[in-house]
């Protein structure tokens, strides 16, 4: 008899049920040591998980309680949001989305999950795979952007990170991939709205992220707040015990998200908390976050009939299995002791800046101010963004301190030393008062350049976040009118979780970039790109919207009897604006030019489980090295179904010297032209596809060739 057997033969059912128990320390509002009446809940059993707890001595102190004063010994799980970065605070997830780049997504995951285990924790919820094509929800700074492959790709490389190869080492982390599913469709963009939609969205778009952290191993998945179509994600079994258990076979721990169990009874469908953690249960959570409805009503449920021994006893078994994975019976200390915080402070700050310089995005240049000369002798920096370092972090800081970010101002400071940098804010984030305004005018009368930091507060973004206008908070737009309108030479610097509708000032400015939050490094990433230190290579992981109005954006479209055509009345079209967005998916400028010729798709017609070999030269016009990103899109173009206008298949990086040219190849295995048929089945179908590559989705950067698949 293995040690989980065992132990689930000597528990008493308040013992069970004890370990499907996630309480809320208040270490995060109180700080260390803070625990109040939760010691007597370890003691007895009655917890078998811990959220936001952390500090190696806070940790081993409640982990003695649990394994040596209680009964049974059984270490708790402690678990945080560690989102993107623990100490040090890396870019937000869209920020790093905007790198495209797999092995430094997961080298991210793997340097956080460095500083959370030495800190204690054993279980990060992270990664956030949903899929976001509306801004206005504020959670879409938490996630990999609008496409299912993109997010696809970061399911895998952040789950791998933060685990590693031996979920029982002293620095693995165990994943929980989150929000199981379709929490980016929110109604409206706003947070915690129901979500509609079909069936085929949902498993095309909103289910693949999952599959591939399913296939990475993720110890955990996370069910959404919401509901889909009226079926509540924290009860929807025909997804959870259906298609993620029995599909794909998923033996992880389901975790609920903070107090949703007793949430059931707010979505209608629970009359009383027995009947929530029933639901609950019988659809496979096993972990109950902070409603405590599990130890208050299981036992209940158990009583009425509505769950079995069984059922609970099988929840009980994973929650185990995860805690002899992590290594937690054989060492119940061994996270918070593997070696001192400073080893490689140093190291994992250089991979913040290299991230977040690779994150910014290039959106406008006219090519006159930028990159800054090194002989520049005077500068203002205008904005309420400048020296606010705190809001670099962005929204999910975790253990991160304001104090060791570095601001706008500093950065440049730091890269400019020669010259004179003036400094005002001009106007509050998102006050109404106007009265700086003047003293950032008299600021910049003698700068030869303005550098304008403008944006949201890192609250703004993230949960709870959801913003009907996505323009510019408080007076800062009357701030950049009244710069622009002094004749000089503007540089914006945009500072946000979301993209933000800013159409007459990327009309006005002469560059604008988007930093997003970038972390701990924000101010040198930022001046590294502005000075060219580093050149931009960062690209959209969305569309950017020209106006609210045109939400939700995105650039897999399927086609219409009737596309766009811009003049004519009867098409897929505005009245007041172009039904284009302001900046196409995969939208990113650089200082270098690169050109795209000789596409060649080999062979051009194949069969299916064969390959074709895509290829294209590349070539940078420009004097400046720097880094092409290049997307392989397909569209098939007659099927059952009709199919997007464009699917990304993957993308390449290249890096080349001025006025050097290279090649970049793919190989496309058939097998990724399937798609689900008219009966959501998986079908491989004879005919024609184009093969677009570009720099964008913009079709205007597109070479195409066209595929025949045979019989």
């Known amino acids: 008899m293995g040690r989980t057997d065992t132990l689930l033969e000597a528990m008493t059912i308040e013992e069970k049920v004890g370990q499907l128990n996630m309480v809320a320390s208040t270490l995060a509002i109180t700080g260390p040591g803070q625990l109040g009446d939760i010691r007597e809940g370890i003691r007895a059993g009655r917890i078998g998980s811990l959220l936001n707890h952390w500090g190696a001595d806070e940790v081993h102190s409640v982990q003695r309680l649990a394994v040596e004063e209680s009964r049974l010994g059984i270490p708790l799980l402690l678990g945080l949001d560690v989102i993107h970065g623990h100490r040090t605070i890396f870019p937000v997830p869209l920020a790093e989305a905007c790198l495209f780049a797999p092995d430094l997504w997961e080298k991210t995951a793997r340097a956080a999950a460095e500083e959370a285990t030495q800190d204690g924790v054993a279980l990060t919820f992270a990664p956030m795979l949903d899929v976001a094509r509306d801004p206005r929800w504020g959670r879409i700074v938490e996630g990999p952007g609008e496409d299912p492959w993109v997010a696809s790709q970061m399911a895998a490389a952040k789950t791998l990170g933060f685990q590693g190869g031996d979920l029982a080492a002293a620095n693995s982390l165990a994943a929980t991939a989150k929000h199981f599913c379709a929490y980016g469709g929110v109604t409206a963009g706003r947070e915690y ?376 009345h009867y098409s897929s079209s505005y009245l007041d604006v172009p039904a284009t967005p302001q900046f196409p998916f995969g939208h990113g400028l650089s200082y270098s030019r690169f050109a795209l010729v000789d596409l060649r798709c080999e062979p051009n017609a194949a069969k299916a489980g064969e390959f074709v070999e895509v290829s294209v030269t590349v070539r940078n016009d420009a004097a400046v090295a720097g880094e092409a990103t290049l997307f392989l899109f397909v569209h098939d173009l007659v099927a059952s179904v009709a199919r997007p206008i464009l699917e990304l298949k993957g993308v390449r990086k290249i890096s080349l010297k001025g006025q050097e040219r290279g090649r970049a190849t793919w190989r496309l295995s058939t097998d990724d032209l399937s798609f689900l048929g008219p009966n959501l089945e998986p079908v491989l179908e004879p005919g024609r596809f184009q093969i677009h590559v570009g720099q964008s989705a913009d079709p205007d950067s597109f070479l195409t060739q066209v595929v025949e698949l045979e019989p």
């Open 193 to 568: 709205a129901s979500v509609d939609v079909s069936e085929r969205t949902l498993r095309e778009i909103y289910l693949p992220p999952f599959s591939a952290a399913v296939a990475a191993r993720t110890a955990a998945v996370m069910p959404a707040f919401v509901d889909l179509a009226g079926v509540p994600m924290t009860a929807n079994v025909p997804l959870l015990q259906g298609w993620l258990r029995r599909q794909l076979g998923f033996q992880g721990v389901l975790i609920s998200d903070y107090n949703a169990v007793a949430e059931l009874m707010n979505h209608g469908v629970a009359a009383d908390p027995v009947e929530a953690a029933a639901l609950a249960l019988k659809a496979g959570v096993d972990v109950d976050m902070a409603s405590g409805a599990y130890v208050r009503a299981l036992p209940k449920a158990l009583e009425r009939g509505l769950v079995t021994m069984a059922e609970i006893d099988a929840s009980v078994r994973r929650v185990l299995d995860l805690k002899q994975r992590l290594g937690l019976f054989d060492d119940p200390y061994r996270r918070g002791s593997a070696w001192p915080h400073s080893d490689r402070d140093s190291e994992r700050r250089e991979l913040a800046r290299d991230v977040g310089r690779r994150a910014i995005v290039l959106l406008t240049d006219r090519g006159s101010i930028l990159p800054l000369s090194p002989e520049i002798r005077r500068i203002a920096v205008i904005g309420p963004l400048a020296e606010a370092s705190r809001e670099m972090l962005g929204p999910w800081a975790s253990a991160g301190r304001a104090r060791n970010a570095v601001s706008i101002l500093e950065g440049l400071k730091a890269a400019l030393p020669k010259c004179r940098i003036d400094h005002a804010s001009g106007v509050a984030i998102a006050g109404e008062s106007t009265d700086g305004i003047s003293r950032a005018l008299a600021v910049c009368d003698g700068a030869q350049a303005v550098v304008l930091c403008l944006g949201e507060s890192a609250a703004m973004s993230g949960e709870a976040a959801s913003r009907s206008d996505l323009g510019l908070p408080g007076r800062q737009l009357a701030l950049a009118e009244a710069i622009f309108d002094r004749g000089k030479p503007v540089v914006v610097v945009l500072s946000s979780g979301r993209p933000l509708t800013l159409p007459k000032l990327f009309e006005r400015a002469d560059a604008v970039l988007a930093t997003w939050f970038l972390g701990v490094e924000a101010g040198h990433a930022i001046a590294d790109v502005l000075t060219g230190r580093h050149n931009p290579s960062g690209k959209l992981p969305v569309s950017w919207p020209r106006s609210v109005g045109q939400i939700p954006i995105f650039y897999r479209q399927r086609p219409t009897g009737r596309p766009t055509k811009v003049g004519e």
